[in-house]
């Protein structure tokens, strides 16, 4: 798969590959992952989560997770071992059922016979700011991989252009927006990150009634309770070290709000201007919180 060496105004370059015009993380295996995922198949109980990086995907995860189980107890591996562009297909066919498999492709990247089976797909959604202060500190994260060594002003023009992992996120929405639209046959659910936040127990219970979950207030708070950030923080493991920075962790703040502390004036009413045009197509998603 070609490398694509991105580099910010101040020359600092990061790493992504090209995978037929999307731009993919530079994992190992990963063209042979994605060749490989229409043909995957699909086993009747499977949930899919999806969203753009960064948007609490590894949150609901974990819920979705002990949900289909049934129980208010961690899942002992990471999130990065049900990720279906980084693991190769025998490991996630290991996986026991019922599977939360995530990614953050496109429709068209996913195995056919989601039209078949009509899985369940839950999609997440955040502000796209506090998505960019998050991203940037996620890339740090993984220097070991990106090779990206610059600062946040930089790395915001690369965000801007779209020329990081899974491209622009204004793009990357309009095209999950039209996919969804041309498949009211699929199931899914559109679920806020700020809505998780301002109330995490309802927004459980709505995850739960959407997969066909008995009601169980006690298990929905008690999942809750058990997701949230300071906890999941506490007790989650750490990546492997060939893909981080040692000693870091993916749980920085989990906090609404957070892109006021890096973007600058300028760069805010840079990026409204993006948002605007966005709202102004988009009737699924919006930037206004």
Request: aromatic letters at 14%; proline letters at 7%.
């Amino acid at each position: 798969m070609p490398e694509v060496y991105y580099k910010d105004p101040a020359g600092c370059q990061m790493i992504s590959y090209d995978y037929n015009g999307f731009l993919v993380p530079p994992f190992p295996n990963i063209q042979e992952n994605l060749d490989k995922l229409p043909d995957m198949p699909v086993r009747d109980d499977d949930v899919f989560l999806l969203g753009y990086m960064k948007s609490g995907c590894h949150w609901m995860w974990e819920i979705t997770g002990m949900l289909v189980n049934g129980s208010a107890e961690y899942n002992p591996e990471h999130k990065c071992s049900a990720m279906m562009e980084l693991m190769e297909q025998e490991k996630l066919d290991q996986i026991p059922s019922p599977r939360v498999l995530n990614n953050h492709l496109f429709l068209h990247h996913l195995p056919k016979e989601i039209f078949t089976k009509k899985s369940k797909m839950i999609f997440m959604t955040r502000n796209p700011r506090d998505i960019a202060a998050s991203a940037y500190h996620h890339i740090f994260q993984f220097k070991v991989m990106y090779q990206y060594d610059g600062d946040w002003n930089g790395f915001f023009e690369l965000l801007l252009a779209g020329k990081l992992n899974y491209g622009n996120w204004f793009e990357y929405m309009l095209q999950w927006e039209k996919d969804i639209k041309d498949h009211p046959e699929l199931p899914i659910l559109i679920v806020k990150y700020e809505d998780l936040k301002k109330d995490p127990v309802s927004n459980v219970a709505k995850v739960a009634e959407f997969l066909g979950l008995p009601k169980n207030d006690q298990l929905f708070e008690d999942i809750a309770d058990k997701c949230s950030f300071a906890k999941m923080k506490a007790v989650k493991p750490l990546l492997p070290e060939y893909f981080r920075t040692p000693g870091a962790s993916l749980f920085r703040k989990g906090v609404v709000g957070d892109w006021k502390n890096w973007f600058t004036v300028s760069q805010e009413e840079r990026f409204q201007v993006e948002c605007d045009k966005f709202d102004k197509t988009s009737t699924l998603f919006s930037t206004k919180y």
